[in-house]
């Protein structure tokens, strides 16, 4: 297994070397045509089935097979980690899941069919769910397995709130072990001694324990 530390995407790409994150380069090292990043915290596990793009192309980006790719990967991941029969929450990308296509339809064009698809192959999923109320006691406990969010900041900061310290990042939909912290670089305190390595150990546990060790 891999576990890979912090990184500065800005930095990478003055080098001349274009980096979207690690999801996209084990995706392409790999071959597979999907690669996501699950932020795990305890038992709270969250993916979002985009994520280093600008919030305006979310929904031109979010189709039914990618969605369902998020919710496959993420039964996969979890099976690995000994949970035989997880359950799955995904959330809605638009106010209260579009009311009716009121406020959008992605729920209707996308997500919903993803649910569908998931389901019909054994999965169990249930949703979408406006994102608001469906995190709205996870501090004080999970009611699913994982959760599958639209977009970067959707699944970030509900886990982030959470417990930001001991969020690590589990690589899914790709063939290998691969973990990594759940923060950036920090540029500012380097050399300094000051920074927190929970999320460093919490990855590579997180390795160990979704490779069977």
């Known amino acids: 297994g891999i576990v890979a530390g912090p990184h500065n995407k800005y930095s990478v790409n003055l080098a001349g070397i274009h980096f979207a994150g690690y999801p996209p380069l084990f995706a392409k090292l790999t071959g597979s045509p999907h690669a996501f990043n699950m ?4 038992s709270f596990r969250i993916v979002g089935a985009t994520l280093h793009i600008p919030l305006k192309e979310v929904s031109q ?8 790719a ?4 993420a039964y996969q991941a979890l099976r690995r980690l000994n949970i035989p029969q997880p359950r799955i929450a ?3 990308l638009n106010p209260h899941c579009g ?5 959008g339809t992605e729920e209707e064009t996308a997500i919903g069919p993803a649910i569908a698809r998931a389901r019909d192959k054994g999965i169990d999923a249930a949703g979408p769910f406006p994102a608001d109320s469906l995190f709205s006691h996870i501090q004080e406990k999970q009611d699913y397995d994982a959760y599958v969010a639209m977009y970067h900041d959707q699944s970030h900061i509900a886990i982030k709130t959470v417990s930001f310290e001991r969020v690590a990042g589990l690589i899914i939909g790709i063939p290998l072990v691969a973990t990594t912290v759940g923060h950036g670089s920090a540029f500012e305190i380097a050399g300094r001694g000051t920074a927190d390595p929970t999320s460093m150990k919490e990855a590579i546990l997180l390795a160990a324990k979704s490779s069977g060790t």
């Open 39 to 42: 932020l795990v915290a305890g």
């Open 61 to 68: 980006t979010l189709t039914t097979d990618l969605v369902f």
């Open 70 to 73: 998020t919710i496959e990967a």
């Open 90 to 92: 995904v959330t809605g």
């Open 99 to 103: 009311e009716e296509g009121l406020f």
